[in-house]
């Protein structure tokens, strides 16, 4: 029965141009197949050819009646269908359901609902089977994205009854009853009572069957609480009571998700707008803010103060690092309850703050300022250790609101550094830009353009200042001093030595005047000449870098100098920026054979218990010690006997620097001081006079 039934069906659709014309009406492809590998099309409908965007004539030609060439631009669809044909055969049943993507002549890819019949019909050995194709990439899109949206939004769906003083369930999705169940809620229940106001609200408006949308806190049959967004609309009526639909949507991670935004972006907004250490503004924040009221205001409206606490590493020391931190922060919080409206502060480097602020007199900025530093010292800490705290202010008053605030920063900085000019018996020592700065930026900026062009001119020569012995009474060694001999003249080292320090171009000129020392040493050794040692000073910011010394190692070896007649000088500053790594630099050069000497020791805040670590050759003794120009200051006196005697019990040679007068030589000499550096025996001197003074002649290069 059911062959007859198919081959009725076969005659019908191969004759019937009713049938085929219903069919075509009906947007629904009608083809005819052979189940062999190509799938070979033995005939189709006039919809086929237009389903698929080919006419007849232009298939047959450019595919011979093939699907398998029709999908060769498309081989995974391809064998998805050709897996669903097989599965069938295999499983006996007499035809299969697909859908599946087809590709339209145009390139655009079709989704294809596909309803096939497997016939006994036979021809040249292959059974003959019948497709019923139609378009349904419209519905299936539909689909698709329904899908897409119920998967991805976790919502629920309910109807309720609502009922007088309740809720009566009525249905809902197995989502919902998973998690809440079945039940009834009258306005009395836990719901009603985590959201009384909420759900009372809107209860009324549901007994008149308004539309409702709100946010509730409910309990999952776990015991966890969610929070809900739902959406109502009502339905139907069940005699006076409103049937509703709810959508509901957990929003409860959502609202997690925000609170955590919300601190996240609080985080952020304080690592890029606030100061770790005070907890007020930082550098960016400032550059914003007071950036923003420079621009915007009229010339002359502010000044730009850049606020130092002198000296901040000895409170450091004396106090401790956190407590330190305390104090800065305190000096904020001082400095930022001094305000005014329109005024910003902000600490910008370790005991650095700028301040801007409305412009004034010098005098009324100053006492302004002082009485922030008097205020600043008003802190417990300090009235127990009494201690003071005082700082140093450079001012720049803010004539062209149109510069970079980091040139206007710039300016207040440079004030500040610079020497005399104000009053020091205050808390707060006040500096103010001038043009005389102005012209001092410019010429270091000169300096900076011509630095390396007079490195390679050879402008740049080594001074040798001579180092007297007081046992021998001869010159028993130097230190290599670099002077600047530009074409309009001698540059003081004051001048540019500093500003190569801060720029980084020192490392280099360090080097520099190290290979002119020991060119001038294999000369000397060369000629038969007895070398005294000298000594090179040798700037922190070789200190950056862990592989310093072996360009210093380079250099030497190219001469083959003996490192024992190299000496290198470090400052005593270097030892409070970080005395542990500083020891192992000292030892490193020691373990290279060279010597190693302490320059400036007493300058600042030496700290004698730091002696027992620094195993150096020389301790030189700073002119600091020798204000008293006939040695007869009895204190005096017993620091610096005292300071030579420790440097004798530790092994260190002793070298007294600044000494200018006979009576501060005889004093050294009683004292047992090893050598004397001074104008009391030589200035710095060229190469040749140096030779001359020491060894009686000029030595031949």
Not at 2 to 28: P, W
Not at 415 to 428: D, F, I, P, T, V
Not at 580 to 605: K, M, N, P, T, W
Request: net charge negative.
């Amino acid at each position: 029965m059911e062959k007859q039934t198919k081959i009725f069906v076969d005659n019908a659709i191969g004759q019937s141009s009713e049938y085929n014309m219903l069919m075509n009406l009906s947007r629904l492809s009608v083809s005819k197949h052979l189940v062999d590998e190509h799938f070979t099309l033995i005939w189709a409908n006039e919809y086929y050819y237009e389903l698929i965007g080919y006419p007849k004539e232009e298939y047959e030609r450019l595919y011979e009646n093939r699907p398998d060439k029709f999908y060769a631009e498309d081989p995974e669809n391809w064998k998805l269908l050709v897996e669903k044909v097989t599965e069938t055969l295999a499983s006996g049943a007499s035809g299969y359901h697909f859908i599946g993507r087809m590709r339209h002549k145009s390139g655009r890819m079709m989704w294809v609902k596909l309803a096939n019949v497997f016939t006994d019909e036979m021809i040249d050995g292959y059974r003959v089977s019948y497709t019923v194709m139609a378009d349904v990439s419209e519905l299936q899109q539909t689909l698709l994205e329904q899908s897409i949206t119920y998967n991805n939004i976790p919502g629920f769906i309910a109807k309720f009854r609502v009922v007088e003083k309740g809720f009566e369930f009525v249905e809902a999705n197995e989502k919902f009853t998973r998690l809440f169940g079945r039940s009834d809620y009258s306005l009395d229940s836990p719901v009603s009572a985590r959201n009384p106001a909420v759900l009372i609200d809107n209860y009324e408006a549901m007994r008149r069957g308004e539309p409702v949308n709100f946010v509730l806190q409910a309990r999952e049959l776990d015991g966890n609480n969610v929070w809900l967004q739902v959406s109502g609309e009502c339905l139907d009526w069940q005699g006076n009571d409103p049937i509703y639909l709810f959508v509901y949507i957990d929003i409860s991670e959502l609202l997690e998700q925000r609170e955590l935004q919300k601190q996240t972006s609080q985080r952020l907004e304080q690592l890029a707008f606030v100061d770790p250490v005070t907890g007020g503004r930082n550098r960016t924040s400032f550059e914003i803010d007071a950036g923003g009221a420079v621009r915007d205001a009229l010339p002359s409206t502010y000044v730009l103060v850049w606020l130092d606490i002198q000296k901040f590493k000895l409170v450091n020391d004396l106090f401790g690092v956190a407590m330190g931190d305390r104090i800065l922060r305190h000096c904020y919080e001082t400095v930022e309850a001094h305000l005014e409206n329109g005024e910003y502060a902000a600490r910008l480097a370790a005991d650095g703050f700028n301040l801007l602020l409305r412009a004034a007199g010098e005098k009324e900025l100053e006492a302004r300022l002082n009485r922030i530093a008097e205020d600043a010292n008003d802190f417990e800490p300090f009235r127990e250790r009494k201690y003071l705290l005082s700082f140093s202010a450079g001012i720049y008053p803010i004539d062209d609101p149109t510069l970079p605030l980091i040139k206007i920063q710039d300016r207040a900085n440079i004030a500040r550094k610079k020497n005399g000019g104000a009053e020091e018996h205050c808390l707060c020592t006040c500096l103010f830009y001038s043009e005389r700065d102005r012209l001092r930026s410019l010429r270091e900026k000169e300096m900076e353009n011509r630095m390396h062009d007079a490195l390679e001119r050879g402008e740049f020569v080594v001074y040798l200042q001579p180092k007297q012995s007081l046992k021998k009474a001869a010159i028993a060694g130097a230190e290599a001093l670099v002077r600047w001999r530009a074409p309009e003249g001698l540059i003081p080292p004051n001048d540019f030595i500093p500003l190569f320090e801060q720029n980084g171009f020192i490392v280099d000129l360090d080097l520099h005047v190290f290979e002119k020392v020991c060119a001038m040493l294999r000369k000397w050794l060369d000629n038969g000449v007895t070398p005294v040692p000298v000594s090179v000073n040798m700037s922190r910011a070789h200190l950056a870098d862990p592989q310093f010394l072996e360009r210093y190692e380079n250099i030497r070896r190219a001469y083959d100098v003996p490192p024992e007649l190299l000496e290198i000088e470090l400052t005593e500053s270097l030892v409070f920026e970080n005395p542990h790594l500083l020891v192992q630099f000292i030892e490193r050069i020691r373990a290279h054979g060279y010597h190693c000497s302490i320059d400036d020791f007493g300058s600042g805040y030496s700290s004698l218990n730091l002696l027992k670590d620094m195993n150096v050759n020389v301790l030189k003794l700073d002119r600091v010690f020798f204000a008293s120009q006939e040695a007869d200051n009895a204190r005096e006196r017993i620091v610096i006997v005292s300071v030579i005697d420790l440097a004798k019990k530790l092994s260190m040679g002793t070298v007294a620097e600044g000494v200018e007068t006979p009576r501060q030589v005889e004093f050294l000499q009683q004292a047992d001081c090893d050598m004397v550096q001074g104008y009391v025996f030589s200035r710095p001197v060229p190469l040749a006079e140096f030779e001359q003074m020491a060894f009686g002649r000029e030595i031949a290069a």
